[in-house]
C-alpha cells in the first residue's frame, strides 16, 4: 500500500504565524479598521477570502475581497522574503520520507504564490508530487477537501495518508478525510487545541518514518 504524507504549510513547513498576523495588520490599517491577535488566531489555516468576507465582508464585492486578499499576500510575502522563518527540521524529515518512498504532497490554505515561495527558499519543491494550495479549494479547512485533493493527486487512497497539521481546523479536516492526523505544536498552539490529532508532537525532529508507518 503507497503510504501518503501530507503537509500543511504554514506552521508546519514554516513558522509563519508572526508574519501573517502582521500583514493581516497591514491590511486593516489600510482599510481602516481594527484586527486583533484574539481574532486572528483561530482562523490560521483558513483562506484569506474566507477571513475577510467573515470580518469585513458585509458590502464588499467579490471584486474588492479578491484586491483585498491580494494586498494582504503580498504583505506576507514581502515580510517573509527578508526573514525566511523555516521549520527546524522540516527539510531533514521531508528528505527521509522521500528516500523511504512516501507520496509527498502540501495542502495548503495559502495562495499558490506564497506556496511556491516556500518551496522554492526550502529547496524540496521536487520532493513533492503534488500541491495544492488555496485556489484549488472552495471550501476551507475544517472541511476536507483540501486534503481529499491532495491524496487523488498522489494517487493514494485517504486511509493510506497521514496529515501534519499545526492548527485544530487542520487536525478536523484529516479526520474527516479518514487520515492520520498529526498535530505538530507549532508558535500560537497548544497540546490541548490539538488534541484531537492520533500524534502529537512538539518539532518535526520527533517524526521519522517509522513513527509515521506506525499509525497505519
Known amino acids: 500500500m503507497q503510504l501518503g504524507v501530507i503537509f500543511d504549510m504554514d506552521g508546519v513547513l514554516v513558522d509563519t504565524y508572526h508574519a501573517h498576523y502582521k500583514s493581516w495588520l497591514v491590511l486593516a490599517e489600510q482599510e481602516g479598521v481594527t484586527f486583533t491577535e484574539d481574532q486572528f488566531a483561530p482562523t490560521f489555516g483558513r ?43 522540516a527539510r531533514k524529515l521531508i528528505d527521509r520520507l522521500a ?15 506564497n506556496v511556491a515561495m516556500v518551496l522554492e527558499k526550502l529547496g524540496v519543491r521536487a520532493r513533492f508530487q503534488a500541491v495544492v494550495t488555496g485556489m484549488d479549494v472552495t471550501r476551507g479547512k475544517p472541511d476536507p477537501q483540501v486534503f481529499l485533493i491532495a491524496a487523488e493527486r498522489l494517487g493514494a487512497v485517504p486511509a493510506a495518508c497521514a496529515v501534519v497539521e499545526d492548527a485544530p481546523a487542520g487536525v478536523t479536516a484529516a479526520r474527516a478525510a479518514d487520515m492520520k492526523a498529526i498535530g505538530l505544536v507549532s508558535t500560537g498552539r497548544t497540546p490541548e487545541e490539538l488534541r484531537e490529532a492520533h500524534l502529537l508532537v512538539h518539532h518535526l525532529s520527533d517524526l521519522t518514518p517509522a513513527r509515521i508507518r506506525e499509525l497505519f
Not at 483562506?47 to 464588499?60: M, V, Y
Not at 467579490?62 to 483585498?68: L, P, S, V, Y
Not at 528516500?99 to 504564490?113: K, N, Q, R, T
Open 47 to 89: 483562506t484569506s477570502r474566507e477571513i475577510i468576507g467573515h470580518f469585513w465582508g458585509s458590502g464588499l464585492s467579490d471584486r474588492q475581497i479578491a484586491e483585498m486578499d491580494a494586498a494582504k499576500e503580498e504583505a506576507f510575502r514581502r515580510i517573509i522574503a527578508d526573514d525566511f522563518p523555516a521549520m527546524p527540521g
Open 99 to 113: 528516500g523511504e518512498g512516501f507520496a509527498l504532497a502540501v495542502g495548503s490554505s495559502g495562495p499558490p504564490e
